[in-house]
């Protein structure tokens, strides 16, 4: 595996289902991301995770949990979803480090539909 | 906080014709990173080009470039001779500076080059 991989590529699942996505990046980097991204709307940033620690919060409700056990890795953990939380959800990574520019590789995301 | 607006959701160009999207932005900073990112039906977010906002001179990567109008807020991407495989959404993103990892993305333009 190269990159950036999610899994499951699809899902569905209902409004009172627990769910996990899951991250993998394979580029030794340390940092990780999860956006959702809805039609016809920008692409929304979640959380963000330096080094394992999450420094972002973008106020996502309690609903989504997100779990980085080490920097390769990186869960969406999905209970009590609703309707309007279908989307494609992309996970990206990136090289933090001190001055320069890192640029943020993307995932090919997971389709999320809650019925 | 910062926006991206693009206002074209949709456009379409002959094959090996010129087509150039728009892209502007609203910040307060003076330092700052743009991006554009391709996205192509069913595949991976994929980084095309970017422009450090210090830096006068536009950037290119072969086939595309850009015109950074940094007094306008501005920031046009144009592909030159497009082929088939340039059909995508395109996004354009801001990040404020390196070291922080935010990207705020446009809403997009899908592009579709007819044969």
Known sequence: ETGVTQTPRHLVMG????KSLKCEQHLGHNAMYWYKQSAKKPLELM???????????NSVPSRFSPECPNSSHLFLHLHTLQPEDSALYLCASSQ??????NEQ?????TRLTVT | AQTVTQSQPEMSVQEAETVTLSCTY???????????????????????IRQEAYKQQNATENRFSVNFQKAAKSFSLKI?????????????AFMRDFGNEKLTFGTGTR?????
């Open chain 1, 15 to 18: 409004m009172t289902n627990k």
């Open chain 1, 47 to 57: 959380f963000v995770y330096n080094f394992k620690e999450q420094t972002e919060n």
């Open chain 1, 96 to 101: 933090v480090i001190g001055g320069g520019l």
């Open chain 1, 105 to 109: 590789y993307f995932g090919p995301g």
């Open chain 2, 26 to 48: 609203d910040t307060s900073e003076s330092n700052y990173y743009l991006f554009w990112y391709k996205q192509p039906p069913s595949r991976q977010m994929i980084l095309v």
């Open chain 2, 80 to 92: 030159s001779d497009s082929q088939l495989g340039d059909t995508a959404m395109y996004f354009c």
């Open chain 2, 111 to 115: 592009l579709t080059i007819i044969p």
